[in-house]
């Protein structure tokens, strides 16, 4: 995993969960600007993955980045808008990181 995937990784992350953070603050406000915010984000995101999609690969990169967001905006919900997640939801989160993990330091793999 080169140093340029993992960084093209977090600034997509960031992109993404801004863009995840305005859609939930658009459903408790209604405001149509936080609205076309988290879709310019969305889109910008979609924009960076195809990077990734083209150094890491089609499976790696959407599996990774589809993780990695499940992780980090559940967090942000529970933090910043007060949702939870039940036992079997917390284990199924949990075990997204383990599958994550397996996909970024493959063991043996070879080609």
Request: glycine share 10%; proline share 2%; aromatic share 8%.
């Amino acid at each position: 995993m080169s140093s340029a995937f993992l960084l093209w990784l977090a600034g997509a992350m960031v992109v993404f969960l801004s863009a995840a953070t305005a859609s939930r603050a658009y459903i408790a406000s209604s405001n149509m600007l936080l609205l076309a915010l988290s879709l310019v984000l969305y889109c910008g995101g979609n924009l960076m993955m195809v990077r990734l999609m083209r150094e890491g690969g089609l499976g790696l990169a959407i599996s990774v980045s589809a993780i990695a967001q499940l992780v980090i905006i559940n967090i942000i919900a529970f933090l910043l808008f007060g949702e939870k997640l039940s036992n079997p939801q917390l284990a199924g989160v949990g075990l997204g990181v383990i599958a994550m993990v397996l996909m970024l330091f493959p063991l043996g793999a070879r080609s």
